[in-house]
C-alpha cells in the first residue's frame, strides 16, 4: 500500500491506474477506524480494480463547538489496518492541501432540502461540509465507485442527491451498518462512552425496532415517535431526533408509504449516537 499525502503525487498516482484502463473504488474516512470501516474497504475491494481510502478529519463538518480538535487520530494503527486489508492507496492530506485558501474561504457546495432535516437542523451548515469535502474528493480521485455506509443514511442520500445534480460519472455504494452482538452500530464516537453508558447504549436500536414494529401494527407516527423519544429518556439519553420517513428522500411518513426508515440522533453522555433502521409496511 502506498500512503501519500500530496494531491500532486495521488494524481500522478491515480492517472496511471487510469492509463492502464484500472478502475478505482473510493472509500472517504476520517480515519480512527473500525470494522465498520473495514467492512466498507471489503465491498470496495469485491467491486474489482484498485482501492483508495482516504483519511481526512473535514473541519468543515463540524458546527462551533463541536468536537473538531477532540476527534480522534489514530494514523498509524489506521495506516496498519489499511495495509492488512490490502488497500492500494491511503490518501492523507493535510488541511491546507484540500482547503488551499482555507476552510472558510472554500467555495460550498449544497444540496437543498436533504441537508436542511434531521441531524441537518440539529447541525447547521454540517451537510454542505459533507457535500463540498466529497465533491472535492471525487474530482481529486476521480473514482468509478465509492462506498459509503448505511448507519449515516441521511449522508449517503445526500451524497448521491450530489452525484445526480452535478453529473458525477460515479456509482455510490451503500453497505449496510455493521453492529457489535448487542445491536450497536459502530462509530468512532463510541469511544466516548464510559463504560456504564456502554452496557446503556445497545437501548438506541432496540428503540428503533420497536418502533419499526408498532408502526407495522398500526401506531400512528406521532405515537411511534413520542413513544420511541421516551424510551430514549428512559434508558439516559437526550434525544435529538426520533422520526419515521420515507427511506427514498426522508419525507415524513403517511400512510401509503411502503418503504420506510425510522432514524434517531440522540446524546449519551459525551456522545452523539446516531442510528437508523429500514422497514417495509
Known sequence: METLTSLAEARACLDAWRARQERIALVPTMGNLHAGHLGLVARARELGGRVVVTLFVNPLQFSPGEDFAAYPRTFEEDQHQLRQAHVDLLFAPAVDEVYPQGPESQTRVEVPGLSDVLCGASRPGHFVGVATLV?????????????????????????????????????????????????????????????????????LFQSLRQAAEAYQAGTGVSEVERSGSESLRAAGFLPDYFRVCRSADLGAAV???????????????????????????
Open 255 to 281: 400512510p401509503q408509504d411502503r418503504d420506510l426508515v425510522v432514524l434517531a440522533a440522540a446524546y449519551l453522555g459525551k456522545a452523539r449516537l446516531i442510528d437508523n433502521l429500514r422497514f417495509r409496511c
Open 135 to 203: 465533491c472535492k474528493l471525487f474530482n481529486m480521485v476521480q473514482p468509478h465507485w465509492a462506498v459509503f455506509g448505511e448507519k449515516d443514511l441521511q449522508q449517503l442520500l445526500v451524497i448521491r442527491r450530489m452525484v445526480v445534480d452535478l453529473c458525477f460519472p460515479i456509482r455510490i455504494v451503500g453497505v449496510a451498518t455493521v453492529r457489535e452482538a448487542d445491536g450497536l452500530a459502530l462509530s468512532s464516537r463510541n469511544a466516548y462512552l464510559s463504560p456504564a453508558e456502554r452496557r446503556r447504549a445497545p437501548v
